[in-house]
């Protein structure tokens, strides 16, 4: 009897890896094909060794913005819907203005904000990683921009990431004493 269980749940592994190996091409085709959003602006952080500043700016695509002695472009922003897992990524290319003032490039690739510490840029001084894409800033867009549409303008002072002010103006409040311990 427990020979022919064994022959049964066998039986049932090899049916289940055949099954699932049949559908495997369905399943990779179908994540292949999820829906892209192209962004019209990325934003990024960089942080400025020496003073310890980070600091997050808006690019648009296909501007180049001056960070430091770094130049920043991005050339695609893309994002996945609010149904799909995150994933943000963006090919960008950065540049370096030595001291002779020629302009050397030091990086072109994809950038995942999921990952910073394995696709940033890290320079000697500055250090550049891609933390979201926007549909929107507050920065107006050049003058000859013509990359994905924008939609819609961000007014000042308003985060469209944000939720709803709950209308509190006080910070966190004040921290209670620990209880004495004796």
């Known amino acids: 009897m427990a020979d022919v ?42 942080l400025d060794k020496i003073t310890g500043r980070i600091i997050s700016f808006d690019v648009y695509i296909g501007e180049t913005v001056q960070f430091g ?4 472009t991005p050339r695609v922003c893309h994002t996945r819907p609010q149904t ?61 921009y013509d990359g994905p549409p924008i939609k819609g303008v961000v007014a000042d002072g308003e985060d469209p990431l944000a939720g709803p002010d709950d209308g509190v103006e006080s910070g966190p409040g004040i921290p209670r004493k620990k209880p004495f311990q004796g």
């Open 84 to 144: 799909e897992s995150p994933l943000t990524t963006g090919f960008v290319q950065v540049d370096e203005i030595t001291l002779n003032n020629e302009v050397r490039r030091i990086f072109s690739g994809w950038m995942y904000a999921a990952s910073p510490g394995l696709h940033a840029v890290e320079h000697a001084v500055y250090d550049i990683w891609l933390t979201n894409c926007k549909l929107a800033s507050t920065v107006p867009p050049p003058e000859d």
């Open 69 to 72: 002695a770094l130049q920043v």
């Open 5 to 46: 269980v064994k022959i049964r749940n066998s039986a049932r592994r090899i049916f289940t890896v055949a099954a699932f190996a049949m559908l495997a091409p369905f399943v990779a085709v179908d994540a292949a094909n999820a829906e892209k959003i192209e962004n019209p602006v990325a934003v990024f952080s960089g």
